[in-house]
């Protein structure tokens, strides 16, 4: 059986069409800008961990906490900070990282809202 130039024309260009669409696919997956970091700083130590958007924190530092931040190489996720443990309770503050306290709050645990 011979295929006509033009179908196999019509053929190749839309293979071509989805075997681009993988390749950019591919692409923005392999330029991810990692994994997400949540930061708690309280003036002395910073405390640092990797996290993933809906995750509750339970932070060793909980007292002093002058700044928080979440985000990675590719910009700032946001978070919400909550009075208690496994975030419950009262919200001391919601929004865009970074999130500044002054003057220095206790906190109990921190929710990853966001992520870039």
Do not use: E, K, W
């Not at 949540?38 to 002058?66: K, Y």
């Not at 985000?71 to 001391?92: D, E, H, K, P, W």
């Not at 970074?98 to 929710?111: A, E, H, K």
């Amino acid at each position: 059986m011979r295929v006509p130039p033009s179908r196999l024309v019509r053929t190749g260009g839309t293979i071509g069409s989805i075997a681009l669409a993988t390749v950019l696919a591919t692409a923005a997956t392999a330029a991810s800008a990692g994994p997400t970091s949540l930061q708690i700083d309280d003036g002395t130590t910073v405390s640092s961990r990797q996290v993933t958007v809906g995750q509750c924190v339970n932070p060793s530092l909980t007292t002093h906490i002058q700044s928080i931040a979440v985000g990675n190489r590719a910009g700032n996720g946001s978070a919400t900070v909550f009075q208690s443990r496994n975030c419950t309770g009262t919200v001391i503050r919601q929004g865009r990282s970074p999130l500044f306290f002054t003057p220095p709050t206790s906190i109990g645990s921190v929710r990853i809202d966001s992520a870039p």
